[in-house]
């Protein structure tokens, strides 16, 4: 089924590209199901977010009919770029929040239960760090992106990228690795006294 789901899906790009709109509404239609989940990952790792599922997905849609000129290559390009329309709502939701409490006072109450604190990413961190690990080192951002926000495995990124499956897991390893690191250092910076 999977493997006529992406034969399907690659015919339906195909139509698309070539501008056939009901083709583009069939593929939505096809990979309805797939977008959730992926949706729905990047919602878990949220905090505070308005956003439902079907939010995020139809938003993520509406912003992949916009684009133009797109090359879409197969099933597993689609839903990694539509995992990248997803992140990009996410970070500007946040955004957008952050910029209309500016002008009220922020009050958190931090409680460690056991010693143990179960602290979410922040999305806008995340970004952040990702943009500066694309600048270190684009090839590993884009493995963070397709592992982390689109679910792919590394054998899916591998074909994405055209690298071989075992510099997808090094490179995931080693960008993995300065990312804890990047978002270990922020978390101090931010808890350092002023």
Do not use: C
Request: glycine residues 4%; charged residues 30%; aromatic residues 6%.
């Amino acid at each position: 089924m999977a493997d006529t789901d992406g034969i399907e899906a690659k015919q339906l790009l195909a139509a698309w590209r070539a501008g056939d709109m009901v083709a583009r509404d069939r593929l939505f239609t096809l990979l309805y199901s797939e977008l959730r989940q992926v949706s729905a990952a990047l919602l878990r790792s949220e905090r505070n977010s308005s956003l439902s599922t079907g939010d995020l997905v139809n938003e993520a849609v509406m912003r992949l009919v916009q684009m133009d000129q797109i090359e879409w290559a197969d099933k597993t390009h689609f839903l990694a770029l539509s995992a990248r329309a997803m992140r990009r709502i996410l970070i500007d939701n946040a955004r957008k929040k952050h910029t209309d409490k500016r002008h009220h006072h922020k009050v958190t109450l931090v409680t460690r239960l056991g010693g143990v604190t179960s602290e979410r990413i922040d999305f806008d961190v995340l970004e952040k760090a990702l943009i500066r690990l694309a600048a270190i080192d684009k090839e590993k951002a884009d493995i963070v992106e397709l592992r982390y926000f689109a679910g792919m495995s590394h054998q899916e990124i591998a074909e994405v990228t055209g690298s071989s499956e075992s510099t997808v897991k090094r490179g995931w390893r080693a960008a993995r690795a300065w990312l804890i690191d990047a978002l270990q250092e922020d978390r101090r910076v931010r808890n350092a006294p002023s």
